[in-house]
T-cell receptor, first 115, second 110 residues
Framework: EAGVAQSPRYKIIEKRQSVAFWCNPI?????LYWYQQILGQGPKLLIQ????????DSQLPKDRFSAERLKGVDSTLKIQPAKLEDSAVYLC?????????????FGDGTRLSIL | DQQVKQNSPSLSVQEGRISILNCDYT??????FLWYKKYPAEGPTFLIS?????DKNEDGRFTVFLNKSAKHLSLHIVPSQPGDSAVYFC?????????FGKGTRLHILP
């Protein structure tokens, strides 16, 4: 079974620039998550999709972050414009259905550095 | 407001001995607890979970204990092996939301 694929692995941009990350979840997984992990912290949920609908985006800074999952499969997360505090690893995860007993499968993440 | 707390940033254990990682939580509505393991430059991988209605779950060398009255859970690894050196995240789930602790870095010493 192929795992969660993310690209790019690394990205360096200057503040105020824009950046986009891509995620392809495990085939058949209905639920997709984007997390932000700042150095020394645990992953923090940004947005959760169930198929192509948003379940939870309460912690997504909507003035600069956006995400979509148009066909209920792969997803993109965009930051525009980037700020210094956005430097983090952005993790994508998927699970067969919602949270709880279903463990999530994580990709290896995109490490974003803002100069 | 940290709902899931891992108060030990790091832990060193001799190879072959028992590793015990601790986690405290504040929300009594959490219904599942999970442990994830993370190697550098990789995403977290699921290790073991426990339902709030149980007090112990075992899988090979890994055992998770849950003490609901104390709002405390622990992960026991025995015997510890060099490949167990990683960051371990405690996570808790309620209402389809999952919250992670800050992690504990485990070093297995030769």
């Amino acid at each position: 079974e192929a795992g969660v694929a993310q690209s790019p692995r690394y990205k360096i941009i200057e503040k105020r620039q824009s950046v986009a990350f891509w995620c392809n979840p495990i085939s058949g997984h209905a639920t997709l998550y984007w997390y932000q992990q700042i150095l020394g912290q645990g992953p923090k949920l940004l947005i959760q999709f169930q198929n192509n609908g948003v379940v939870d985006d309460s912690q997504l800074p909507k003035d600069r972050f956006s995400a979509e999952r148009l066909k209920g499969v792969d997803s993109t997360l965009k930051i525009q414009p980037a700020k210094l505090e956005d430097s983090a690893v952005y993790l994508c995860a998927s699970s067969p259905m919602g949270q709880g007993a279903q463990p999530q499968h994580f990709g290896d993440g995109t490490r974003l550095s803002i100069l | 407001d940290q709902q899931v707390k891992q108060n030990s940033p790091s832990l060193s254990v001799q190879e072959g001995r028992i590793s015990i990682l601790n986690c405290d939580y504040t929300n009594s509505m959490f219904d599942y607890f999970l442990w994830y393991k993370k190697y550098p430059a990789e995403g977290p991988t699921f290790l073991i979970s426990i339902s709030s209605i149980k007090d112990k779950n075992e899988d090979g060398r890994f055992t998770v204990f849950l003490n609901k009255s104390a709002k405390h859970l622990s992960l026991h690894i025995v015997p510890s092996q060099p490949g167990d050196s990683a960051v371990y995240f405690c996570a808790a789930s309620a209402d389809d939301k999952i919250i992670f602790g800050k992690g504990t870095r485990l070093h297995i010493l030769p």
